[in-house]
């Protein structure tokens, strides 16, 4: 199937999509560590227009956006399991979740380890965890009693959203709140089990320990 | 049996015509409601409640939200002169510059005619240079699509039709910056799935005026 790269970063729940994805269709890749600081000439060369992993690498030919990375890995591997549903309504919900996903919910998540104040953090917090409730809605009309937001195996929006999975522990537990409540989200933390075990995810998702660490030194420097 | 094919929309709204071309190059029969963006309709906020917002379509009875979801959806169910390359790599690079579209332009766009001064200056320059990202993916094609007009293509050309507004409120010519994007817009309005979709540019200008004044920006 050619030679495939994923330039990344391991904490990047974004490169992680590409990674899962490459999995499930049992591609080999080589994983490259984009340094960052200061970006890499491959990174400035294959995405120039954002600057931004991940890039997939497929026979050289760059395919940058981390969601257009996983349709393309689904048309390009066909024979593999399938990542989108095959019916077209069926897809237009999983690209309409995956969009507020990446639109609304993630800028939300993001927003409580940047927030000033209290009354900032609470209000994001707030946020996170309506938009969870909706996608919790959203599991059980696509799932249809299934493991998985696509049935019986891992798609597009379990991808979409499982990756956001190490991050989630880690706010719970820096900000001390509770994001996959099993009183509120029960098919969504049952989920989140089984996403996480699932062989095409398990080596690719930090450890929370690690990503508490990395998102200390990024977000809480120690003072000079 | 029938399809049932209803658009809710706004007549000026880039992202409703994107859905409106699409139809039309499908040849697809529909229902077509002009929203009252500041009284929405029942409708409207039951079939679109987390976002509430147009344009939806609504194919016998199931609601599709997102213009880019609707326009994919709507290649995907009618078959009939896709939109989509073949390629898996050329339908990656159609999706992505899909996206660069919604990332960019519409942001740009909005701050020229929304904004005074420098934050307009820089509205401007961000504008034009995320034009002329686009002229070099059109490279020396008719259109995005190739030979016919292609998922880019539907995406990007609404805008047309809010050109005159931003050139008229940004004080510059959008052909003299990038005289190629206009090209590209005089061949797909020689399509009519464009040219009976797009509404004058004036009718938009005056529109705009209106909400100007509406909101307080003078």
């Keep these: 199937m050619g030679e ?25 890749y080589e994983f490259i560590q984009e340094t960052m600081n200061p970006k890499s000439q491959l990174l400035l060369e294959s995405n120039p227009v954002y600057k931004k992993i991940p890039v997939l690498l497929h026979n050289q030919r760059p395919v940058c956006e981390s969601m257009i990375i996983v349709q393309y890995i689904d048309d390009a591997w066909p024979t593999g399991p399938s990542i989108l549903p095959s019916d077209p309504y069926d897809r237009a919900i999983a690209r309409f979740w995956a969009a507020y996903i990446d639109d609304k919910w993630f800028p939300s998540l993001s927003t409580i380890a940047r927030a000033q104040g209290e009354e900032a953090r609470v209000e994001a917090i707030k946020q996170v965890i309506s938009g969870i409730q909706l996608l919790e809605e959203a599991f059980e009309k696509c799932s249809k009693g299934k493991s998985f937001f696509s049935g019986d195996s891992i798609g597009l929006l379990d991808i979409a959203l499982g990756c956001f999975l190490g991050w989630i522990k880690t706010t719970e537990k820096m900000a001390g709140v509770k994001i996959l409540d099993p009183e509120t989200v029960p098919h969504l933390v049952g989920w989140a089990e089984r996403f996480c075990a699932d062989s095409a995810v398990k080596e690719v998702m930090p450890e929370t320990e690690k990503l508490i660490a990395f998102a200390k030194a990024k977000f809480q420097p120690p003072s000079k | 049996m029938a399809d049932e094919v209803i658009l809710l929309d706004f007549w000026p709204s880039p992202f409703g015509l994107r859905a409106r071309i699409s139809l039309a190059e499908k040849g697809v029969e529909y229902e077509y409601k002009d929203e009252d963006l500041s009284n929405k309709s029942p409708l409207l906020l039951k079939s679109n409640p987390i976002h509430k917002k147009i344009p939806v379509l609504i194919h016998n009875g199931k609601s599709i939200c997102e213009s880019l979801v609707i326009v994919q959806y709507i290649n995907e169910v009618w078959k009939d002169k896709p939109l989509m390359p073949e390629d898996p790599y050329e339908r990656a690079q159609a999706r992505f510059w899909a996206d660069f579209v919604d990332k960019k332009l519409y942001d740009c766009g909005t701050r020229i005619w929304r904004s005074k001064g420098e934050a307009q200056d820089a509205a401007k320059k961000e504008f034009i240079d995320c034009l002329k990202l686009l002229e070099g993916e059109l490279g020396d094609k008719p259109f995005y699509g190739g030979k016919n007009l292609g998922y880019v293509d539907v995406v990007l050309v609404p805008f047309a039709c809010w050109f005159y507004t931003y050139e008229t409120d940004g004080n510059f010519s959008i052909e003299n910056e990038c005289p190629k994007i206009i090209a590209w817009v005089k061949r797909c309005m020689e399509k009519e799935s464009v040219s009976k979709a797009l509404p004058d540019p004036h009718k938009v200008y005056e529109l705009v005026g209106f909400l100007k004044k509406k909101h307080g920006v003078e």
């Excluded at chain 1, 992680?16 to 269709?25: E, F, G, S």
Aim: no cysteine.
């Design chain 1, 4 to 28: 495939v790269k994923v330039l990344g970063a391991w904490p990047s729940p974004f490169v992680m999509r590409a990674r899962i994805a490459l999995n499930l269709k049992s591609a080999d």
